[in-house]
Nanobody
Framework: QVQLVESGGGLVQAGGSLRLSCAASGRTFSIYAMGWFRQAAGKEREFVGVISWSGRNTYVADSVKGRFTISRDNAKNTVYLQMNSLKFEDTAVYSC????????????WGQGTQVTVSS
């Protein structure tokens, strides 16, 4: 089992920044990639980005490219989502998830953290 706990969400004005954290515990040796997703009210879940567990490879969706970056602290088993130049449309519940089996399939999910951007 892998446990994921997100933190760092909150209310921010448009143009501001937030950094989300996702702390992993349990069988972290089984993780080979971590993803970030978001879901706005009334909308489908959207992929935001992914980072390999080594931290060497990252990818972010075009919708956030140039504004969001993903990084990892190996010592803390924590993945970060740095969000800059936030827009109203970035408002959503952000969740992290871990890939431990089939590539591209996320097996474990955090509880999510709310990010609200005021215009």
């Amino acid at each position: 089992q892998v446990q994921l706990v997100e933190s760092g969400g909150g209310l921010v004005q448009a143009g501001g920044s937030l950094r989300l954290s996702c702390a992993a515990s349990g069988r972290t040796f089984s993780i080979y990639a971590m993803g970030w997703f978001r879901q706005a009210a009334g909308k489908e879940r959207e992929f935001v980005g992914v980072i390999s567990w080594s931290g060497r490879n990252t990818y972010v969706a075009d919708s956030v490219k140039g504004r969001f970056t993903i990084s990892r602290d190996n010592a803390k088993n924590t993945v970060y989502l740095q969000m800059n130049s936030l827009k109203f449309e970035d408002t959503a519940v952000y969740s992290c998830a871990a890939q431990t089996g089939t590539a591209g399939k996320y097996d474990y999910w955090g509880q999510g953290t709310q990010v609200t951007v005021s215009s």
